[in-house]
C-alpha cells in the first residue's frame, strides 16, 4: 500500500517526513511526497512574473527529489510529486486517486477570521479526506523515539459510539497484523447521559459509578471484538464533566502515547462557529501525533448483513381486540435461534398488577422454552406508555 505524506519544507513538515518514512520503511509500503505548489498573484495586476515562478517550482521540485533520494538510500520505495494547486485539495485529490493506507501531514496553524472558518490546512484534510491523515506536530517527541528503537508502538485510541470509532478499531486492528502495538482503548461518558440511557437514578454527587463503568467496559468488548496481532491491550473507562479534548489530555499526561487515533466526523464550515472540533482543539494542546480515522462508507444494500436478534422488547396491553399480536410477532422473530423476550405493559394502578401479570402469562407460547427462548416479564406503572 501507499502513504502519501504532504511536504511543504517547514519544520513541521520535516518531522512529518520523518514518520512517515519509518512507517513505510516498517510497513512494507511505498512513500509518496506531495508537494502542492500554489502560485500567487502579484500585488499589482495579478500577473506573476513567469519564469520565476517556473524556477522556483522546479526549485521545490528539486528540494522534493533530492528528499526522496535521500530516503532510497535506506531502503524505502519513495516517489516524488509536485502538484498545483491548494495543499489541501491536492493532498485530497492524490489520496482519492491513489487509495493510501494514510496521509500524514504537519501541523500548520492560521490566526484571525480566516481560522474561524476554514481552520488549519491539518484540520481540513483530515476532515474531508476519506483515508485516515496522521498530523504531526513540530515536536512529536514519543514517536521519534519510537521511529529509532525496537519497542512496540504505544498508542492511545478514544472510542466514542460515532461509525468513525469503529472504522478506528479497524485500522488499528490491521496495523497490529503488521506493527508491534500495544494498545490503550479510553471512553469518557457524561454521567446524566449514561444513567438516563441505562435507565440508573441520577447521580448527584458526581461519584464515578462502578457499575456504569463496568456495563460499558462491556458494551466495548462487543463493539471491538478480538484483538489481533502483537503487543498489549487494555481498555480504560472514565465519568468526564470537562470537555473530551481536555480530559484526553490529562489522559495523556498519565499515561504517554506515541500515537492518539481519533474518530474525524465530517462537519460543516458553520459548526466551527459554535465549537471547535476535538481534533482541532487536541491540535492545540498536545504535542502527541494525531491519527484522524473517517467513517467507512456505508455499505450497499446487497453487502449489508441482517442482523440477528438475541432480545426483543415487545409492548402488549390486554384489550381483548388486540389478539396479543406484539407478542405473536415477538415470539416468532427468535424462533429457531432463540434468544430472551421482554413483554412489557403499563398499568394505571399498583393494584392491578397480579391480574396483569395473569393475563400477560397466558400470553407465553408454550413451545418458547422448546426453541430456546427465555421471558422476562416488565409491569410498570405509569399514565403513559
Known amino acids: 500500500m501507499d502513504i502519501i505524506c504532504g511536504v511543504d519544507f517547514t519544520e513541521a513538515g520535516g518531522e512529518a517526513t520523518q514518520i512517515a518514512a519509518q ?3 516498517r510497513l512494507g509500503d511505498r512513500l509518496i511526497l506531495a ?29 522534493l527529489q533530492t528528499r526522496a533520494t535521500s530516503l532510497q538510500t535506506v531502503g524505502i520505495d519513495v516517489v516524488a510529486h509536485t502538484l498545483d494547486g491548494p495543499s489541501d485539495r491536492v493532498l485530497i485529490d492524490v489520496a482519492d486517486s491513489m487509495g493510501p493506507r494514510l496521509l500524514v501531514v504537519g501541523t500548520s496553524f492560521k490566526g484571525g477570521i480566516k481560522a474561524l472558518f476554514s481552520g488549519s490546512i491539518a484540520e481540513q484534510v483530515a476532515q474531508r479526506a476519506h483515508y485516515p491523515v496522521l498530523i504531526v506536530s513540530t515536536q512529536p517527541g514519543n514517536m521519534m523515539q519510537w521511529s529509532v528503537s525496537n519497542r512496540p508502538l504505544r498508542v492511545t485510541l478514544a472510542m466514542d459510539g460515532s461509525g468513525a470509532s469503529e472504522s478506528a478499531i479497524a485500522w488499528v486492528k490491521e496495523l497490529r497484523t503488521r506493527l508491534a502495538v500495544d494498545l490503550s482503548v479510553v471512553h469518557f461518558y457524561f454521567p446524566p447521559h449514561e444513567h438516563r440511557r441505562l435507565g440508573l437514578a441520577a447521580d448527584k454527587d458526581n461519584v464515578e459509578d462502578p457499575s456504569v463503568v463496568q456495563t460499558l467496559l462491556q458494551e466495548l468488548d462487543k463493539r471491538i471484538g478480538e484483538m489481533p496481532g502483537e503487543g498489549s491491550f487494555n481498555k ?17 499526561e498519565s499515561h504517554p502515547a506515541d500515537l492518539l487515533i481519533l474518530g474525524a ?22 504535542q502527541t501525533p494525531i491519527l484522524c480515522v473517517p467513517s467507512g462508507p456505508p455499505p450497499s444494500p446487497a453487502e449489508r448483513r441482517l442482523p440477528e ?23 416468532a422473530l427468535l ?43 416488565h409491569i410498570v406503572v405509569g399514565s403513559s406508555p
Open 309 to 331: 436478534l438475541q432480545t426483543v422488547l415487545a409492548a402488549v396491553d390486554l384489550a381483548a381486540d388486540s389478539q396479543n399480536a406484539a407478542a405473536f410477532y415477538a415470539y
Open 35 to 63: 508537494h502542492a505548489w500554489e502560485q500567487v498573484a502579484g500585488p499589482d495586476d495579478g500577473d506573476t512574473d513567469l519564469d520565476a515562478a517556473a524556477q522556483a517550482r522546479q526549485a521545490a521540485q528539486d528540494e
Open 265 to 286: 466526523h465530517q462537519r460543516s464550515v458553520f459548526s466551527r462557529l459554535g465549537e471547535d472540533s476535538v481534533i482541532m482543539q487536541m491540535l492545540h494542546h498536545t
Open 23 to 25: 512507517l513505510a520503511l
Open 236 to 252: 480504560r473507562v472514565y465519568a468526564n464533566w470537562v470537555s473530551v479534548a481536555e480530559r484526553l489530555c490529562k489522559e495523556l
Open 335 to 377: 424462533r429457531g435461534r432463540g434468544g430472551k423476550i421482554h413483554l412489557c405493559h403499563i398499568i394505571g394502578n399498583e393494584e392491578h398488577r397480579a391480574l396483569a401479570e395473569a393475563a400477560i402469562a397466558q400470553m407465553i407460547p408454550a413451545q418458547a422454552a422448546a426453541y430456546g427462548i427465555n421471558t422476562e416479564v
